[in-house]
């Protein structure tokens, strides 16, 4: 009678898992066996009226850190300081991203490696489990400065950033737009994320891609500015400061605007050096201030038609 009572009790808790409960266990095992990894899309160019690239992407290389993975992180950053040179700005930026409710996320240690820095990551690769070198494409200005109050920059996204946009889909993400062209059309700048469902062993190393859903390419732009009539305005002011707007009278748009003194924008995308941003911050010229929208300067003359046609109206 005992047998029997227990046989009929291990019948239905063999039933219970198996098929009452089996959707939940199901759901369970394949959380732990398939890991969902977010592909980031191609952030949109920006072009100037004819065509000429003020902002694309080039390949690169980072290194991230996913925190639930890794015992010890800051004995982890600091052997990883014996292999990859990382400075106290990359270690600030680190554990300011670094948030204790998403352990789950990856966090950039540290943005643009070299190749050799990759390969000798590589080499050490079994010493640290939870770090991966991961390809990602970069912002760059070729024209910098010239076009830096215009642009504008995008940096490295911060919590303010995060509880700014509202959606937790962009949590993921290491770049948003600060500034210029790249904040006010972020939204359509940034694109779609993708994901791809990996499979995973148990010591969560990957075995392959099971499925992948496609991310979208942000949209690119197209602006009214002249590249051409951008620079020969600069060459114009030559070592003054001052701003200046060219606009088209027939249509608005705005042909040219210049700022001087200006910074180059590729300073910040992967994070600005103390050094240097001290040294723009700090600059009696104040060349990260955008004269043109900010400036305050009395419009002259060139308000008198206005006040005309408010009249006539």
Do not use: C, W
């Not at 991966?132 to 494409?137: F, G, H, T």
């Not at 948003?176 to 939204?187: D, H, M, N, V």
């Not at 993708?194 to 190393?205: C, F, I, L, M, P």
């Not at 114009?236 to 924008?265: H, I, N, R, W, Y």
């Amino acid at each position: 009678f005992g047998v029997a009572l227990a046989l009929t009790a291990l019948v239905f808790g063999y039933f219970s898992l198996q098929v009452m409960q089996y959707d939940e266990f199901l759901e369970q095992a394949n959380s732990n066996r398939v890991k969902l990894r977010p592909t980031m899309p191609a952030r949109g160019l920006i072009q100037d009226r004819n065509g000429l690239l003020l902002a694309d992407n080039v390949s690169a290389f980072r290194l991230d850190l996913i925190p639930e993975q890794v015992k010890d992180i800051e004995a982890t950053l600091t052997q990883l300081g014996g292999i990859i040179e990382l400075t106290p700005d990359d270690i600030r930026r680190f554990k300011r991203a670094y948030d204790p409710s998403r352990r789950f996320l990856p966090v950039a240690i540290k943005l643009r490696l070299s190749e050799e820095e990759v390969a000798r990551f590589s080499v050490h690769r079994f010493r640290f489990p939870g770090v991966e070198v991961e390809p990602y494409l970069t912002r760059r200005y070729p024209y910098g400065a010239e076009f830096a109050h215009v642009v504008g920059y995008v940096a490295r996204m911060d919590q303010a950033d995060l509880k700014a946009l509202n959606d937790e889909r962009y949590a993921v993400m290491t770049h948003i737009g600060k500034t210029g062209i790249e904040r006010s059309y972020e939204e359509s700048l940034r694109g779609t994320i993708g994901y791809e469902e990996v499979e995973t062993n148990a010591r969560g190393r990957s075995l392959g891609i099971l499925k992948r859903h496609i991310s979208q390419a942000g949209t690119d732009l197209r602006l009214s500015i002249d590249a051409n009539l951008q620079k020969a305005t600069i060459e114009a002011f030559g070592e003054f400061t001052g701003s200046a707007v060219a606009v088209d009278p027939m249509t608005g748009q705005v042909l040219a605007m210049v700022s001087l003194p200006s910074f180059d924008t590729n300073l910040f995308v992967n994070g600005i050096s103390t050094v240097d941003y001290k040294a723009l911050s700090t600059d009696p010229s104040q060349p990260l201030f955008n004269r043109n929208v900010r400036g305050g300067t009395p419009p002259g003359s060139t308000i008198k038609p206005f006040v005309a046609l408010a009249g006539l109206e």
